[in-house]
T-cell receptor, first 113, second 114 residues
Framework: SAVISQKPSRDICQRGTSLTIQCQVD?????MFWYRQQPGQSLTLIAT?????????ESGFVIDKFPISRPNLTFSTLTVSNMSPEDSSIYLC??????????FGPGTRLTVT | ELKVEQNPLFLSMQEGKNYTIYCNYS?????LYWYRQDPGKSLESLFV?????AVKQEGRLMASLDTKARLSTLHITAAVHDLSATYFC??????????????FGEGTQLTVNP
């Protein structure tokens, strides 16, 4: 399995600000994914990030709001821009492994006041 | 658009009893995952089912996949308190050109009572 770390683990932010979440993997992976889990809800895929190409966003998510970087095969960042209370969620990165497994990071718990 | 439905959404059961969680999905796929999530924690991978008829077992949990019926089940045998958690199924619309894309069910919150 892959070992995934995320920073920060949690944060409380003010409305209108931005937060960048980091995801680090202990091995090189082709595909990294960003999910959002709103309070008491299931997970929703935000975007897929492949190294060397633009991220692919799911319906309802746009690059201006959730810019993603993928500078190398072990690292990615997700920025939540111009935050509102509705952005309060857990943000999780995950990685594909061996073509058919997906492992999740510990998540970043974001509260927007 | 792929829809993934789990039932029940809430399950309260007694220790020692058996029960099954169902996961139905709306579009053909032969990749399905089951995850466990404890409160305040991330997701733990339980099972990866990759073909029709796949059955996997780990301890008191057994998962199966019927791609023709678009149905997966997670069967709990002789439940114990430690199994209390939220269980998610996720269907992967995998394509070689675009890779994986998981769509999650709503989750089943399981409580096992002594």
């Amino acid at each position: 399995s892959a070992v995934i770390s995320q920073k920060p683990s949690r944060d409380i932010c003010q409305r209108g600000t931005s937060l960048t979440i980091q995801c680090q993997v202990d091995s090189q992976v082709t595909m990294m994914f960003w999910y959002r889990q709103q309070p008491g809800q299931s997970l929703t895929l935000i975007a897929t990030a492949n190294q060397g190409s633009e991220a692919t966003y799911e319906s309802g998510f746009v690059i201006d709001k959730f810019p993603i970087s993928r500078p190398n095969l072990t690292f990615s960042t997700l920025t939540v821009s111009n935050m509102s209370p509705e952005d309060s969620s857990i943000y999780l990165c995950s990685v594909g492994h061996r073509g058919y497994e997906q492992y999740f990071g510990p998540g970043t718990r974001l509260t927007v006041t | 658009e792929l829809k993934v439905e789990q039932n029940p959404l809430f399950l309260s059961m007694q220790e020692g009893k058996n029960y099954t969680i169902y996961c139905n999905y709306s579009t053909t796929s032969d990749r399905l995952y089951w995850y466990r999530q404890d409160p305040g924690k991330s997701l733990e991978s339980l099972f990866v089912l990759l073909s029709n008829g796949a059955v996997k077992q780990e301890g008191r949990l057994m998962a199966s996949l019927d791609t023709k019926a678009r149905l997966s089940t997670l069967h709990i045998t002789a439940a114990v308190h430690d199994l209390s958690a939220t269980y998610f199924c996720a269907v992967d619309m995998y394509r070689e050109t675009s890779g994986s894309r998981l769509t999650f069910g709503e989750g089943t919150q399981l409580t096992v009572n002594p």
